[in-house]
């Protein structure tokens, strides 16, 4: 498994969320209200993203593992 493709591929849809909330932020038009309910899916998806690297890395390493026994 190619982890470092998956990993470079997650973390181009991180920065393309990043880019989403800073334009939220930025964005004058939206109350503070309005612009913290359409944050949160945004910080959900990041966290469920750096969730899945994480278990990817650790289902290839306890795969290696397996493999060396």
């Known amino acids: 498994m190619n982890i470092e493709f998956i990993e470079e591929k997650i973390n181009e849809i991180i ?5 989403e909330v800073m334009e939220l932020v930025t964005d004058e038009t939206i109350d503070k209200q309005n612009t913290n309910l359409r944050m949160k899916p945004l910080a959900s998806t990041k966290q469920i993203l ?3 690297i994480d278990s990817i890395k650790m ?3 306890l795969s ?3 493999l060396e026994k």
């Open 15 to 19: 920065v393309e969320l990043e880019k």
């Open 50 to 52: 750096l969730n899945a």
């Open 59 to 61: 289902v290839d390493r």
């Open 64 to 66: 290696k593992e397996d």
